[in-house]
T-cell receptor, first 108, second 116 residues
Framework: LAKTTQPISMDSYEGQEVNITCSHN???????ITWYQQFPSQGPRFIIQ???TKVTNEVASLFIPADRKSSTLSLPRVSLSDTAVYYCLGAAGNKLTFGGGTRVLVKP | DTGVSQDPRHKITKRGQNVTFRCDPISEHNRLYWYRQTLGQGPEFLTYFQNEAQLEKSRLLSDRFSAERPKGSFSTLEIQRTEQGDSAMYLC??????????????FGPGTRLTVL
């Protein structure tokens, strides 16, 4: 199981780019780095996952260096509705092990 | 709405009572997971099924907890002799093995259990 470490909280403003870095020093070779978003009183929602280098989809980008000991989730031009908890985890297609996540607050 | 539904959404019970929760996954999904989440913490894995087979159970799942997925479709999670420490949000998720995202699970809205 990959134990991850990420900031407890971050503040940002509307329109800014938010970057959340996660450390996962002992990630397993088979694990993909995966990010989830969770709003209050809802279940988590898958955002993005990757193994190495850079992955981009319609909502975020994920940067993973060659050593895979960390990753950075990038949320471009955030809005108030991006206020949520963001979880980084490593997994290989079965159970998910969530840490405490990063609480992102987007201010007007 | 992810397509995963859970019932009930809220349950208040007295200590010592039994409770049962239901989860209906996305119909074509062959994997179904149960997680528990307490306030301020990330979800904790409890158990998962592939079709009707229960493949893994967490140590968190004491003998008071039992989960079933009898026909490989919906699942139930029962807690017997509830304790105040069981108060939490119980989340169900489903996924398709070999689907688009290796670790993409679709979560339901959860059942919030309060044990008095």
């Amino acid at each position: 199981l990959a134990k991850t470490t990420q900031p407890i909280s971050m503040d940002s403003y509307e329109g800014q780019e938010v970057n959340i870095t996660c450390s996962h020093n002992n990630i397993a070779t088979n694990d993909y780095i995966t990010w989830y978003q969770q709003f209050p009183s809802q279940g988590p929602r898958f955002i993005i996952q990757g193994y190495k280098t850079k992955v981009t989809n319609e909502v975020a980008s994920l940067f993973i260096p060659a050593d895979r000991k960390s990753s950075t989730l990038s949320l471009p031009r955030v809005s108030l509705s991006d206020t949520a908890v963001y979880y980084c985890l490593g997994a290989a297609g079965n159970k998910l092990t969530f840490g405490g996540g990063t609480r992102v607050l987007v201010k007007p | 709405d992810t397509g995963v539904s859970q019932d009930p959404r809220h349950k208040i019970t007295k200590r010592g009572q039994n409770v049962t929760f239901r989860c209906d996954p996305i119909s074509e999904h062959n994997r179904l997971y149960w997680y528990r989440q307490t306030l301020g913490q990330g979800p904790e894995f409890l158990t998962y099924f592939q079709n009707e087979a229960q493949l893994e159970k967490s140590r968190l799942l004491s003998d008071r907890f039992s989960a079933e997925r009898p026909k490989g479709s919906f699942s139930t999670l029962e807690i017997q002799r509830t304790e105040q420490g069981d108060s939490a949000m119980y989340l169900c998720a489903s996924s398709l093995v070999g689907g688009r995202g290796l670790n993409e699970q679709f979560f339901g809205p959860g059942t919030r259990l309060t044990v008095l």
